[in-house]
């Protein structure tokens, strides 16, 4: 079966690139985010399981921490990557099974990783700006909201 898409081809590139969790229930939402709530349509994307969760340091996450900053240093090189979006969400299911944390005090073991993940970054490469967020879920779908990482 082939299929061609009719949403235009831009050859522009951002020079920014956001790192979340691929759990396709919030995925839109991201998109939603970076393309209206931050102006950064067409930004690359790095998702995996936990997000920025595996650049926190985690034995679990080695060698996803590696292959993950291989990837931004290509991105820097070859996409001129300037800056970088973190991204963490509520319930996600990287921290309950794969790291098996418990559920109190979730949110803050998540945000603080943000900010470790944005030191792993810092310490790997050049990078201008760094912004981190927590996705919460609402009656409406997904509030956004901006995590201090100094
Ligand atoms: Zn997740």
Same mark, same amino acid.
């Given at each position: 079966?082939?299929?061609? #898409?009719?949403?235009?081809?831009?050859?522009?590139?951002?020079?920014?690139?956001?790192?979340?969790? =691929?759990?396709? /229930?919030?995925?839109?939402?991201? *998109? *939603?985010?970076?393309?209206?709530?931050?102006?950064?349509?067409?930004?690359?994307?790095?998702?995996?399981?936990?997000?920025?969760?595996?650049?926190?340091?985690? =034995?679990?996450?080695?060698?996803?921490?590696?292959?993950?900053?291989?990837?931004?240093?290509?991105?820097?090189?070859?996409?001129?990557?300037?800056?970088?979006?973190?991204?963490?969400?509520?319930?996600?299911?990287?921290?309950? =099974? /794969?790291?098996?944390?418990?559920?109190? #005090?979730?949110?803050?073991?998540?945000?603080? *990783?943000?900010?470790?993940?944005?030191?792993?970054?810092?310490?790997?490469?050049?990078?201008?700006?760094?912004?981190?967020?927590?996705?919460? /879920?609402?009656?409406?779908?997904?509030?956004?909201?901006?995590?201090?990482?100094?």
């Amino acid at each position: 079966m082939q299929y061609e #898409s009719k949403l235009p081809y831009h050859t522009k590139r951002m020079h920014a690139a956001a790192i979340y969790c =691929s759990d396709g /229930r919030v995925c839109e939402q991201y *998109d *939603d985010f970076l393309q209206h709530g931050l102006k950064l349509p067409r930004y690359d994307r790095v998702a995996l399981p936990g997000g920025p969760a595996c650049l926190a340091g985690y =034995s679990q996450a080695r060698l996803e921490e590696a292959g993950v900053i291989d990837e931004l240093k290509f991105l820097v090189d070859a996409h001129g990557l300037q800056r970088i979006v973190l991204i963490q969400h509520e319930d996600c299911a990287f921290y309950t =099974s /794969r790291l098996a944390a418990g559920t109190t #005090s979730l949110e803050q073991l998540q945000k603080a *990783d943000l900010v470790r993940a944005a030191y792993a970054i810092r310490h790997a490469m050049k990078m201008d700006t760094i912004d981190a967020f927590f996705a919460r /879920r609402t009656e409406q779908g997904v509030l956004f909201e901006p995590v201090e990482l100094e």
